[in-house]
């Protein structure tokens, strides 16, 4: 047999043999092996994917087991994921990531967030009114780092002496209601759902201009996991992939759930991003450093994509 015929008999084989290999490790109708991971999430709306996950059953279909674990705060999550004790964490908001990093996110890898255009000061009390808001008190998503940014924002046109008030997400409309605040900071899709309520804007683009993209919470897991956990991260990959999917082509029941979680019923989806570059990034960085609204000269992200 000369060697032409030997080579295409190979080839043969091996396209054979792939197939095998493929349909076997397939499995269709059985799920993987499971593995056990540990996981926290921070009540937000930026959790919204891993609740889809979670109630749709898709970590399941990628054998990922794990407790439920959900705060309503950050306390120790991050820390705790950037060490590798927590495999992912999901709900943390950008800006409160920044400041607990000093503005070093070399360990963090992103495996999704939420962006929005847009933020504002919501009132109840129509007389209130910028430059006029020294002594008051401004609510702000507790979870955030919001309050530093709009301390500065504020200084300038001449409210100092603001006090901020911290609050849950589900705290907003009862905290204007009964008077514990006088204002609220919010951002879309928050900001939409206030003005529904028949709350006032009195004033939009506070912190952000409309053309920077506001980049709230993520999911992120880190360096050491991707480096050492790399079937468990990849099969969260997987899971945040499916999730993000599915709540894009169920955005009503992706709405409910929100609903039940968090007692919002928005108008509009957040918007979910899983990230191939760097742009949003990068583009809120620069708008942050520039204005000074962060203590930093540089904020680092150029690692969040990397699988190193």
Known sequence: MDIKKQNIIITIINIILAIILI??????????????????????????????????GIFGNYGVKFK???????????????????????????????????????????????????????????TLKLGKLGGKRIGYSENTRYNVLLEEVLKLGGDTAVDFVGLTLEEMESALDQGRVDAVYAVEPLLSYLEAKGYKVIKREVVFPKDVPIIQGMGITSAV???????????????????????????????????????LNLRELPEVVIPTNLDDFMKMNEYLISKKLVPYSTIKVENILSEK
Not at 27 to 52: F, H
Not at 237 to 251: F, I
């Open 68 to 126: 439920p674990n959900e705060v309503s705060r950050p306390l120790d999550e991050l820390e705790n994921t950037i060490k590798g004790s927590l495999y992912a964490l999901f709900g943390i908001d950008y800006t409160y990531t920044i400041f607990k990093n000093a503005g070093d996110l070399s360990l963090v890898r992103v495996l999704y967030y939420v962006k929005s255009y847009g933020d504002g000061l919501v009132v109840k009390d129509t």
């Open 23 to 56: 349909i076997i490790l397939a499995r269709p109708g059985q799920k993987p092996r499971e593995i056990e991971v540990n996981l926290a999430t921070i009540e937000d709306i930026s959790s919204l994917p891993y609740w889809v996950a979670y109630e749709r």
């Open 225 to 263: 996991n991707v480096s050492l956990r790399k079937d468990a991260i990849n099969r969260i990959k997987g899971t945040v992939r499916d999730a993000v999917k599915y709540l894009q082509e169920n955005p009503q029941e992706a709405k409910n759930i929100l609903k039940n979680r968090l007692g």
